[in-house]
Protein backbone atom coordinates (compact mmCIF):
# COMPACT_ATOMS: atom_id res chain seq x y z
CA UNK A 1 0.00 0.00 0.00
CA UNK A 2 1.00 3.66 -0.43
CA UNK A 3 3.70 4.56 2.63
CA UNK A 4 1.02 7.55 3.63
CA UNK A 5 -2.23 7.00 5.52
CA UNK A 6 -4.09 9.55 3.85
CA UNK A 7 -2.70 8.22 0.73
CA UNK A 8 -4.20 4.83 1.29
CA UNK A 9 -7.55 6.65 2.54
CA UNK A 10 -7.42 7.96 -0.92
CA UNK A 11 -7.17 5.10 -2.81
CA UNK A 12 -9.82 2.99 -1.32
CA UNK A 13 -11.94 6.10 -1.88
CA UNK A 14 -10.85 5.70 -5.78
CA UNK A 15 -11.43 2.01 -5.40
CA UNK A 16 -14.74 2.18 -3.41
CA UNK A 17 -13.16 -0.82 -1.52
CA UNK A 18 -10.99 -1.43 1.91
CA UNK A 19 -9.01 -3.99 1.17
CA UNK A 20 -9.07 -6.92 3.62
CA UNK A 21 -6.13 -8.13 2.24
CA UNK A 22 -3.59 -5.16 2.07
CA UNK A 23 -1.20 -6.99 0.41
CA UNK A 24 -3.04 -7.79 -2.85
CA UNK A 25 -3.22 -4.17 -3.73
CA UNK A 26 0.36 -3.35 -2.94
CA UNK A 27 1.13 -6.13 -5.71
CA UNK A 28 -0.90 -4.49 -7.98
CA UNK A 29 0.75 -1.24 -8.15
CA UNK A 30 4.47 -2.58 -7.48
CA UNK A 31 6.28 -2.53 -10.42
CA UNK A 32 9.33 -5.14 -11.06
CA UNK A 33 11.96 -2.42 -9.85
CA UNK A 34 10.59 -2.34 -6.27
CA UNK A 35 9.93 -5.85 -5.84
CA UNK A 36 12.25 -5.86 -3.43
CA UNK A 37 11.91 -2.96 -1.71
CA UNK A 38 12.35 -2.31 2.04
CA UNK A 39 14.10 -5.50 1.96
CA UNK A 40 10.86 -7.31 1.04
CA UNK A 41 10.48 -10.36 -1.51
CA UNK A 42 7.38 -8.42 -2.88
CA UNK A 43 5.46 -9.87 -5.79
CA UNK A 44 4.99 -6.87 -9.11
CA UNK A 45 2.05 -6.93 -10.35
CA UNK A 46 2.67 -9.01 -13.78
CA UNK A 47 0.59 -12.21 -12.38
CA UNK A 48 -2.53 -10.17 -11.17
CA UNK A 49 -2.46 -8.21 -14.74
CA UNK A 50 -3.23 -11.79 -16.32
CA UNK A 51 -6.02 -12.48 -14.25
CA UNK A 52 -7.66 -8.46 -14.10
CA UNK A 53 -7.45 -8.76 -17.97
CA UNK A 54 -10.05 -12.21 -18.06
CA UNK A 55 -11.81 -10.30 -15.34
CA UNK A 56 -12.50 -7.49 -17.09
CA UNK A 57 -13.13 -9.33 -20.22
CA UNK A 58 -15.93 -10.90 -18.52
CA UNK A 59 -17.30 -8.00 -16.66
CA UNK A 60 -17.39 -5.98 -19.74
CA UNK A 61 -19.14 -8.88 -22.16
CA UNK A 62 -21.97 -9.18 -19.38
CA UNK A 63 -22.66 -5.11 -19.14
CA UNK A 64 -22.51 -5.29 -22.78
CA UNK A 65 -24.83 -8.19 -23.47
CA UNK A 66 -27.82 -6.73 -21.18
CA UNK A 67 -27.43 -3.28 -22.26
CA UNK A 68 -27.86 -4.25 -26.04
CA UNK A 69 -29.95 -6.81 -25.83
CA UNK A 70 -31.09 -7.13 -29.18
CA UNK A 71 -27.69 -6.32 -30.95
CA UNK A 72 -25.97 -9.16 -33.06
CA UNK A 73 -22.63 -11.14 -31.90
CA UNK A 74 -20.46 -8.85 -34.27
CA UNK A 75 -21.76 -5.60 -33.24
CA UNK A 76 -21.18 -6.75 -29.02
CA UNK A 77 -17.73 -7.74 -30.27
CA UNK A 78 -16.52 -4.95 -31.73
CA UNK A 79 -17.89 -3.06 -28.50
CA UNK A 80 -16.23 -4.94 -26.35
CA UNK A 81 -12.89 -4.59 -28.41
CA UNK A 82 -12.83 -0.84 -27.78
CA UNK A 83 -13.53 -1.53 -24.28
CA UNK A 84 -10.95 -3.78 -22.85
CA UNK A 85 -8.07 -2.53 -24.93
CA UNK A 86 -5.00 -0.86 -23.96
CA UNK A 87 -5.64 2.82 -24.69
CA UNK A 88 -9.01 2.09 -22.29
CA UNK A 89 -7.27 1.08 -19.80
CA UNK A 90 -5.14 3.74 -19.52
CA UNK A 91 -7.84 6.25 -19.33
CA UNK A 92 -9.32 4.97 -16.77
CA UNK A 93 -5.72 4.35 -15.16
CA UNK A 94 -4.97 8.28 -15.17
CA UNK A 95 -8.51 9.21 -14.09
CA UNK A 96 -8.53 7.32 -11.15
CA UNK A 97 -4.84 8.65 -10.51
CA UNK A 98 -3.13 5.25 -9.81
CA UNK A 99 -0.02 6.35 -11.03
CA UNK A 100 0.46 8.62 -8.10
CA UNK A 101 0.21 5.17 -6.08
CA UNK A 102 2.68 3.49 -8.19
CA UNK A 103 5.42 1.75 -6.06
CA UNK A 104 8.79 2.32 -8.54
CA UNK A 105 12.31 2.20 -7.95
CA UNK A 106 13.99 5.66 -7.37
CA UNK A 107 14.99 5.05 -11.31
CA UNK A 108 12.01 4.12 -12.72
CA UNK A 109 10.31 7.16 -11.12
CA UNK A 110 12.68 9.70 -11.89
CA UNK A 111 12.66 8.53 -15.52
CA UNK A 112 8.70 9.09 -15.37
CA UNK A 113 7.01 5.88 -15.44
CA UNK A 114 4.24 7.04 -13.50
CA UNK A 115 3.13 8.39 -17.14
CA UNK A 116 4.08 5.65 -18.94
CA UNK A 117 0.56 4.27 -20.45
CA UNK A 118 1.74 0.65 -20.91
CA UNK A 119 2.35 0.38 -17.14
CA UNK A 120 -0.40 2.26 -16.46
CA UNK A 121 -2.99 -0.19 -18.32
CA UNK A 122 -1.12 -3.04 -16.81
CA UNK A 123 -1.76 -2.04 -13.41
CA UNK A 124 -5.16 -1.34 -13.89
CA UNK A 125 -5.90 -4.58 -14.69
CA UNK A 126 -3.82 -6.07 -12.22
CA UNK A 127 -5.84 -3.78 -9.37
CA UNK A 128 -8.92 -5.14 -11.04
CA UNK A 129 -7.44 -8.55 -10.21
CA UNK A 130 -6.51 -7.63 -6.74
CA UNK A 131 -10.33 -6.32 -6.29
CA UNK A 132 -12.00 -9.48 -7.62
CA UNK A 133 -9.82 -11.88 -5.05
CA UNK A 134 -10.65 -9.49 -2.28
CA UNK A 135 -14.27 -8.62 -2.53
CA UNK A 136 -15.23 -11.31 -5.54
CA UNK A 137 -16.74 -10.71 -8.63
CA UNK A 138 -19.13 -7.77 -7.26
CA UNK A 139 -16.59 -5.73 -5.84
CA UNK A 140 -14.50 -5.93 -9.54
CA UNK A 141 -17.94 -5.00 -11.30
CA UNK A 142 -18.22 -2.18 -9.02
CA UNK A 143 -15.35 -0.49 -10.46
CA UNK A 144 -15.28 -1.30 -13.73
CA UNK A 145 -19.42 0.08 -13.95
CA UNK A 146 -18.21 3.13 -12.40
CA UNK A 147 -14.99 3.93 -14.42
CA UNK A 148 -16.25 1.95 -18.05
CA UNK A 149 -19.35 3.91 -17.74
CA UNK A 150 -18.26 7.02 -19.53
CA UNK A 151 -16.24 5.26 -22.21
CA UNK A 152 -19.68 2.59 -22.89
CA UNK A 153 -21.93 5.68 -23.09
CA UNK A 154 -19.33 7.42 -25.65
CA UNK A 155 -20.07 4.87 -28.16
CA UNK A 156 -23.39 5.72 -28.91
CA UNK A 157 -26.06 3.75 -30.43
CA UNK A 158 -24.10 2.16 -33.23
CA UNK A 159 -21.14 0.15 -32.49
CA UNK A 160 -17.59 1.53 -33.09
CA UNK A 161 -16.01 0.87 -36.64
CA UNK A 162 -12.48 0.88 -36.12
CA UNK A 163 -10.56 2.43 -38.75
CA UNK A 164 -8.16 -0.70 -39.56
CA UNK A 165 -11.53 -3.22 -39.56
CA UNK A 166 -13.24 -0.88 -42.31
CA UNK A 167 -9.66 -0.80 -44.38
CA UNK A 168 -9.93 -4.72 -44.41
CA UNK A 169 -13.45 -4.64 -45.45
CA UNK A 170 -12.35 -2.40 -48.35
CA UNK A 171 -9.90 -4.61 -49.44
CA UNK A 172 -11.57 -7.94 -49.03
CA UNK A 173 -14.83 -6.55 -50.52
CA UNK A 174 -12.45 -5.94 -53.92
CA UNK A 175 -10.61 -8.61 -53.77
CA UNK A 176 -7.53 -7.52 -52.72
CA UNK A 177 -4.59 -8.32 -50.44
CA UNK A 178 -5.31 -7.72 -46.82
CA UNK A 179 -3.84 -4.41 -45.69
CA UNK A 180 0.19 -4.20 -44.83
CA UNK A 181 1.55 -2.60 -41.75
CA UNK A 182 4.89 -1.70 -40.67
CA UNK A 183 6.87 0.37 -37.80
CA UNK A 184 9.00 2.37 -39.57
CA UNK A 185 10.40 4.32 -36.65
CA UNK A 186 10.53 3.90 -32.83
CA UNK A 187 11.27 7.13 -31.37
CA UNK A 188 11.50 8.81 -27.64
CA UNK A 189 12.32 7.36 -24.10
CA UNK A 190 11.04 4.25 -22.92
CA UNK A 191 8.26 5.78 -20.73
CA UNK A 192 6.98 8.31 -23.42
CA UNK A 193 7.92 6.07 -26.52
CA UNK A 194 6.17 7.29 -30.26
CA UNK A 195 5.54 4.76 -32.63
CA UNK A 196 5.57 5.48 -36.65
CA UNK A 197 3.70 3.08 -38.97
CA UNK A 198 2.78 3.06 -42.66
CA UNK A 199 0.09 1.09 -44.06
CA UNK A 200 -0.18 -0.22 -47.66
CA UNK A 201 -2.94 -1.43 -49.34
CA UNK A 202 -3.28 -2.21 -53.22
CA UNK A 203 -5.16 0.46 -55.32
CA UNK A 204 -4.35 2.59 -52.57
CA UNK A 205 -1.38 5.42 -51.94
CA UNK A 206 0.42 4.54 -48.84
CA UNK A 207 -0.52 6.15 -45.49
CA UNK A 208 1.86 7.17 -42.59
CA UNK A 209 1.15 8.49 -38.88
CA UNK A 210 2.49 8.60 -35.77
CA UNK A 211 0.76 7.51 -32.26
CA UNK A 212 1.93 6.49 -28.57
CA UNK A 213 1.54 2.47 -29.30
CA UNK A 214 1.74 0.27 -32.48
CA UNK A 215 -2.22 0.02 -32.31
CA UNK A 216 -2.45 4.06 -31.77
CA UNK A 217 -0.37 4.54 -35.29
CA UNK A 218 -2.11 1.97 -37.11
CA UNK A 219 -5.28 2.98 -36.58
CA UNK A 220 -4.35 6.38 -37.54
CA UNK A 221 -2.73 5.26 -40.48
CA UNK A 222 -5.97 3.18 -41.40
CA UNK A 223 -7.64 6.49 -41.29
CA UNK A 224 -5.59 8.25 -43.49
CA UNK A 225 -5.96 5.89 -46.18
CA UNK A 226 -9.68 5.46 -45.75
CA UNK A 227 -9.57 9.63 -46.15
CA UNK A 228 -7.88 8.85 -49.61
CA UNK A 229 -10.58 6.62 -50.53
CA UNK A 230 -13.66 9.08 -49.88
CA UNK A 231 -11.67 11.79 -51.41
CA UNK A 232 -11.42 9.26 -54.48
Known amino acids: MP ?15 RFAHPDLLAEAL ?13 RSYERLEFLGDRVLGLI ?38 LGAHLLLSRGEDAAGARDNVSLLADVCEAVIAA ?16 WWEPQL ?28 YKTVATEGPAHKRTFTVSVAVEGLEPATATGPSKRAAEVAAAAIALAGVNAA
Open 3 to 17: DRPNAADALAAILNH
Open 30 to 42: THPSARSRRGGAR
Open 60 to 97: VAELLFHRFPTEAEGALTRRHTSLVRRESLTQVAKQAG
Open 131 to 146: LYLDGGLPVARRFVER
Open 153 to 180: IALGAAPPRDPKTTLQEWAQARGLPLPS
